[in-house]
């Protein structure tokens, strides 16, 4: 693949890269974070905050964090855990059936040791072709004894107007609100970011669709069993200091979770959780 090639993006070391048909990707190499996927069609597909920092050991607020080993302050850890701030390294560029791959690797450090003592590496591979994008995780359990962990692919997708957003395929689906212990069934065909809404849906079904404006992103999970739907709505929105006031109206996350119950992995095992967006031509 010769259409690689690596920048500073707002001042964070970056990698952009190209598949088949003209789409292009950027990540930044902290948090291995998406920040950037324009399909074949030319338009952006995840939306980044312009209010987000693009700092050393600050969240990107917009496209593809990545959650690990804690989603939200389910644990002891950090909100969100340390990956997403964590410097990954670039592992290389390949061709595979599905377009062009870029991966990153993350491993155990004394500095992860301190937060959370066990010995892991992460891979963290995302692939590009016409209209679509596959993120996969891969998480290698290098130490003696298992360890649980939670994860997600936290992603922000671009939306044009939240009155015609319409995210389907959760009907029916148990799920538990922010905050609350009970567990609801969602009876919506179609969930919509005009309120705001912070959920964990889970045992999702592996295919939702979301359609805005006539677009239309299929977004497909596999390794990840729950999905989480978060949009901020105004008022939280306009408190939060890396957003702009109207960012909800722009953005809704649909995340490919595993949440509950954790992943337990075993000493020399790998687990495997992706996240593809297709987007209709
Ligand atoms: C979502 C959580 O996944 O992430 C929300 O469900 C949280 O509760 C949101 O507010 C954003 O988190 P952060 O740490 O990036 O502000």
């Known amino acids: 693949m010769n259409t690689l090639e690596t920048l500073d993006h707002h001042g964070l ?19 291995a974070h998406l ?44 909100q969100h855990g340390f990956a997403r701030t964590a410097s990954w390294t670039f592992a290389g560029a390949s061709v595979a059936e599905e377009g062009h791959r870029a991966t990153f690797r993350l491993e155990s450090s004394a500095a992860t040791r301190a937060t959370w003592p066990k010995d892991f590496a992460l891979e963290l591979a ?4 016409g209209n679509r994008l596959e993120v996969e995780l891969r998480v290698l359990n290098r130490g003696e004894a298992s360890f649980p962990f939670t994860a997600a692919l936290h992603t922000y997708l671009r939306i044009t107007d939240p009155a015609r957003a319409r995210l389907r ?20 065909d179609a969930i919509t970011p005009e309120s705001p809404i912070d959920r964990v849906y889970f045992e999702a079904p592996p295919r939702t669709v979301l359609e805005d404006e006539g677009r239309v992103v299929t977004i497909t999970q596999r390794g990840f069993t729950d999905t989480v739907v978060w949009n901020p709505g105004a008022e939280k929105s ?9 960012g909800w109206r722009r953005m ?3 995340e490919a979770a595993a949440v509950e119950p954790p992943v337990v992995l075993r000493p020399g095992e790998t687990w495997r959780g992706s996240q593809s967006l297709a987007c209709d031509p």
């Open 13 to 31: 070391p970056a990698i952009r890269w190209q598949g088949p048909g003209g789409a292009t990707a950027i990540a930044t190499l902290q948090g």
């Open 35 to 78: 920040v950037s996927w324009i399909p074949a069609d030319g338009e952006e597909k995840l939306f980044v905050s312009e209010r987000s920092a693009f700092e050393p050991g600050k969240a990107i607020r917009g496209g593809i964090p990545l959650i690990f080993p804690q989603f939200a302050d389910r644990g002891p850890l950090r």
């Open 126 to 129: 995302a692939t590009i072709g």
């Open 169 to 188: 395929g959760l009907r029916g689906i148990r799920f538990v609100e922010r905050g609350a212990t009970q567990v609801e069934t969602e009876h919506r």
């Open 238 to 246: 306009a408190a939060m200091a890396d957003m702009a006031p109207d």
């Open 252 to 254: 809704f996350c649909i």
